[in-house]
């Protein structure tokens, strides 16, 4: 479940991913791109909530290779011993500023694979998404955000909502590329995917990333009482010993 096995994955059902511009592996940093004039990201290749994530601006925070890895020595993370990968930073729509969709697919009962929610983290004060503080909810058939999710943290609870009613265009063809990601993966216990992406400003969606979405879907499990019966008698015995997570 690594970041090089969700970006394969996405580039499989040709999902536009973020250009990779190099690696760090067994200690080395390797560039295969040219990076003038590019910024950049570094992510861990096995991990997860922006955890080892670096930023770099060119001109600003680095000119050379050597800068880079004088930065990753620099970093309160320790890279020794790990593998990362060197990203091109896209940047957001400009209307929507740095932000992150948040695209859950679950697999059904009956093989289907769906999409459970789709949520926009906007109102972010640095180049992540991490930051982030505002959530919405978006309804994917009219790529329209719907409302705050006020439901998902109490740092929500009194967020200003100034999207709702915004149309987030490209979000139905994230959605179908989610779709077809989730249903080309072979191993049928990754039955719920979280994936991470972002609005373009030639309003493309770019894909960084999946993730086994097992501490996502507990919060949709209880919006309401309607959700929490529906995954109970569908997924758990002794409601549903067919599709149970802890058969009888």
């Not at 779709?179 to 309003?203: L, N, Q, Y």
Request: net charge negative.
């Amino acid at each position: 479940m690594t970041k090089d096995f969700w970006r394969k994955t996405l580039s499989n059902v040709n999902a536009r991913i973020a250009r990779q511009l190099g690696q760090f592996s067994d200690n080395k940093l390797t560039l295969t791109e040219d990076i003038t004039n590019t910024d950049i990201v570094l992510k861990l290749n096995n991990s997860y909530l922006g955890i080892g994530d670096i930023f770099m601006n060119y001109g600003k925070d680095f000119t050379t290779q050597a800068d880079i890895k004088t930065r990753m020595d620099k970093d309160d993370y320790d890279y020794e011993g790990k593998q990362a990968i060197v990203m091109e930073l896209v940047r957001p729509h400009p209307d929507l500023a740095v932000h992150s969709l948040d695209i859950v697919t679950c697999r059904t009962p009956d093989g289907d694979v769906k999409v459970v929610t789709c949520l926009l983290w906007a109102d972010c004060t640095t180049d992540s998404s991490m930051s982030t503080r505002a959530g919405y909810s978006i309804d994917v058939d009219t790529e329209t955000v719907i409302s705050p999710c006020k439901w998902y943290s109490a740092a929500f609870l009194t967020m200003e909502a100034p999207l709702v009613g915004r149309k987030v265009p490209g979000i139905k063809k994230a959605c179908a590329s989610a779709i077809a990601a989730h249903k080309s993966i072979p191993m049928k216990w990754v039955t719920v995917i979280g994936w991470d992406c972002m609005v373009m400003p030639d309003e493309d969606v770019v894909f960084f990333e999946g993730n086994f979405a097992g501490y996502r879907m507990p919060r949709r499990f209880f919006i309401s009482f309607s959700n929490f019966l529906e995954f109970m008698t569908n997924y758990f015995w002794p409601f549903d010993s067919n599709h149970s997570v802890q058969p009888a």
